[in-house]
């Protein structure tokens, strides 16, 4: 009897020590399972940490490159603009403008017509600002139209030296009839007539201007749109050359 309860005491024991042992082994894996799972997460850190200064540094490369681009690109963009102004303030010098490219594009005309460069040149030398100029006439003239039948109007200067006499389109009425006098919106034709019979036509919208030299005087006149039926002419007359 004691026998077997000295057995069964003993095998008590060993079954107790047993299950010590195997709760020790779990505990003793799983804090190696959780020292493993601790290193493997401070490398993955790690490994993170290096991998985030790297792309740090390639971007602040970049940045230093496309801010060196940008750099580059505003220095070209200052010389491209001082070009600029250089090319357009020699264009403005070497290519005519206004008045003086009407006085370029009249030469080369009389060039292109056959007028010799030396007699232009000369022409041009001759030139001198007006001199003993008389005090400028004011006239008046009827305008010729297809309906107007009455006489043609002209105005005389300079005791006949130069006749100015004129034509236009005759206006249209509200009902859209033609009327006798003309319509000053619409381009005239201004003749010119010097003592001896030749003549000088201008056709184009008022005010018209021309001048004419005639002997030792320019006479220098300005048609524009009178009182109805009207046209005024200002001429005055200077020396010369």
Known sequence: MNFMMYESGSRSKRREKER?????????????????????????????????????????????GLEDSI??????????????????????????QGEFKQLTDLVKKQLDSGIKAERLAFVIDAARPPKNCGEPVLKRFVVKTPVYSGPQGAVSFGNGVVTVAGEGSASVSAGGQPEAWYDPGKPVKITFT????????????????????????????????????????????????
Do not use: H
Not at 34 to 55: F, M, P, Q, T
Not at 218 to 229: C, D, H, L
């Open 20 to 64: 010590r042992r195997k709760i020790m082994f779990v505990i003793a894996f799983i804090m190696l399972l959780c020292g493993l799972s601790y290193w493997w997460g401070g490398e993955r850190v790690l490994s993170s940490e290096v991998a985030y200064k790297e792309k740090a540094t390639q971007l602040e490369g970049e940045r230093k």
């Open 194 to 241: 010097e003592i001896g019979g030749k003549q000088t036509v201008k056709e184009s919208l008022l005010p018209i201007q021309q001048s004419l030299v005639v002997g030792s005087k320019e006479y220098r006149f300005t048609v524009a749109a009178g009182e109805r039926s009207f046209m005024s002419v200002t001429s005055d007359s200077c020396d010369y050359p």
């Open 71 to 96: 750099t580059s690109l505003r220095s070209e963009v200052q010389s491209t603009n001082v070009r600029y102004q250089q090319l357009e303030a020699k264009y403005q010098q070497e290519v005519p």
